[in-house]
């Protein structure tokens, strides 16, 4: 913190601060929405401006077609007691919903009738097994899951999740790795390859190109050598990567932000400034200059590339943007519209 030689000075930057920080809010407006729900929605996904879906606990799933104003909720039979930690919404008709959990408890549903009726299209049958993410790729995508005979599994689908096929090279594990279904987030689709994210024992993010068939393994910076804490998000950037995390169990978790830039086979992820605790999700706009939004249950924030602003002291989980307009979601039910003006 700096000091100011006088209290004049002091008032002054206080006031310069403040006026700063309002005019960058401004950029940024979050919105609270009715879900019409109270329970744990750590799943988001914004398909545009009018389309997202949502996921959560008690087999939860909602949907908007007109921007928020309205939430539905689409129930999935057989699935009341799963916890869905991803979703992936292509339009207002098809998503996928992801759980999580031991053996067959980690699953993946499909609806192609905007949520009236579902297929279960992947059922975990490996008690060791624990899905944590899917990213997709157009018809493309993947599913990352906790290591099993130390490797994460690698599932990939080639038509919008109706058939998935386990992958016999899924990057290796170290004792005590393991990924965070936090957010649906720790699986990111480069311009030219596939990252993931981890924690737990060591924290790492790893990345196999389209044209190398070897993953190539990086230490995050934010590790702490405990199951709660490393990298809890990956974020698309047009430099590659944005990364967020830190420890759950702190108030306070310095170290948990970082660029990566994965130009060549040294390239490791660098530190940035921190925001303010602890986030488990974040999302960038595609386009320069860049913008993020990152969130925890401490709060939400914006990145411009340089500095952090506070955009909002309520609690999420998981965050999306569908260009300059998305959501966040958290516990209680809370889902709040992101828009990012020009």
């Known amino acids: 913190m700096r000091r100011l030689r006088s209290w004049c000075g002091l008032l002054c930057a206080s006031l310069f601060f403040m006026h700063a920080a309002f005019a960058a809010d401004a950029r940024i407006r979050v919105s609270a929405q009715d879900s019409g729900t109270t329970v744990r929605l750590r799943g988001i996904s914004a398909v545009d401006a009018d389309v997202a879906w949502a996921s959560g606990r008690d ?13 539905q909720t689409r129930r999935v039979a057989g699935a009341e007691a799963l916890d869905f930690r991803d ?22 549903y499909r609806t192609t009738d905007g949520g009236e009726h579902w ?5 975990n049958r490996d ?8 990213e997709f790729d157009g018809r493309r995508g993947w599913l990352l899951g906790d290591p099993v005979d130390g490797a994460f599994q690698l599932y990939l689908t080639l038509d919008k999740g109706r058939t998935w096929y386990l992958q016999p090279d ?6 005590g790795e393991a990924a965070f279904a936090a957010s649906g987030t720790c699986l990111l689709r480069t311009r030219d390859g596939l990252a993931t994210a981890s924690g737990g024992r060591v924290s790492r993010v790893q990345l196999r190109r389209d044209d190398d068939h070897a993953w190539r393994a990086r230490d995050s910076g934010m590790g702490r050598k405990k199951p709660e804490a ?26 948990n932000a970082a660029e990566w830039r994965p130009d060549g086979k040294d390239a490791s992820p660098r530190a940035v400034t921190a925001p303010r605790g602890y986030r488990s999700g974040a999302a960038c706009v595609g386009t320069l200059p860049l913008r993020c939004v990152a969130v925890g249950p401490g709060g939400a924030d914006a990145w411009d590339g340089k500095t952090w602003t506070p955009l909002s002291d309520t609690g999420y989980d998981a965050v999306d943007l569908a260009g300059t307009v998305g ?9 709040a519209k992101i828009e990012i003006k020009p």
Do not use: N
């Open 59 to 71: 087999g939860t799933v909602l949907r908007t077609v007109d921007g928020g104003a309205h939430w």
């Open 87 to 108: 979703i992936e919404g292509f339009d207002a008709d098809t998503a996928l919903a992801l759980s999580i959990g031991p053996g067959e408890s980690s699953r993946v």
């Open 119 to 123: 297929l279960l299209v992947l059922q």
């Open 127 to 134: 008690a060791r097994a624990f899905f944590d993410c899917m």
């Open 170 to 175: 899924g990057p290796k594990a170290e004792a």
């Open 230 to 255: 490393g990298v809890f998000s990956l974020a698309a950037t047009p430099f590659g990567a944005f990364l967020v995390g830190g420890d759950y169990k702190a108030e306070q978790a310095p170290g």
């Open 327 to 335: 959501w966040a979601s958290g516990d209680g039910g809370r889902i």
